[in-house]
């Protein structure tokens, strides 16, 4: 076992599935298959949502395909959700875990009261920096490895404003420049800026996380604080 920093390029220790669906079950939420040969989990309310759908291969962020998807509505009966999330294999499962906890504590997890500013706040209260030309938008880490950014939206990220030129949190790992993305999560623009705030904290959270396994291409990126 080994204890590596920084979070951000720690990769999902190839158990996504697994750490996300027991979060999400002892937060009490139901889980069940669908024919897609996905996993759909809903909490007790109706109001949230969490599917792993990587066997479904939707479709792809930066070139890596999406395994989790997380979506809130209005009404526990509405078709519509009002904004989705959607993450690749790779993220942190520290990260997703701590945003699906904020999720489910959230009064009204459809609607957001903080502004953009909250997500760069709770980054440069990591030690992140904020972009020279891009300040009120763009915050990446000290090594220059991760961004978080609030960009023009992707094909296919679904929200229930239906225009076209809106914008959405976007972050990413690239542990080294021109070289694949190690994962890649995007925020449809809907969705709550202290929601988003709560993953990018967590994302850069200093302390060390324990890990089989150190992803491929960042390992000369990672600090090994100890083994076990």
Known sequence: MYWVTPRHLAGDDGALA???????????????????????????????????????????????????????????ASAMTEWNAYFTAGVPHEALADLLLALDA?????????????VLTALGERGWLRDMDRPRTTATDPGFSASVSLEMLPPLIHDADPRDDLLGWQAWAEPVLGAPYLWCASFSA??????????ASSLAAPGPVPRRMLPEGAEDRLTVVHRS
């Open 190 to 199: 809907s969705a709550p800026h202290e929601l988003v705030a709560a993953f």
């Open 106 to 118: 959230c009064a009204t997890p459809d609607a957001g009261f903080e502004g953009a500013e909250a």
């Open 18 to 76: 697994e750490r996300i669906g027991d979060t999400l079950t002892g937060l009490g939420w139901r889980m069940w298959p669908t024919s897609r040969n996905t996993l759909l989990y809903v909490s007790p309310d109706g109001l949230r949502g969490a599917e792993w759908i990587l066997a479904a291969y939707p479709f792809e962020l930066g070139g890596l395909p999406v395994a989790w998807q997380l979506s809130a509505r209005p009404h526990a």
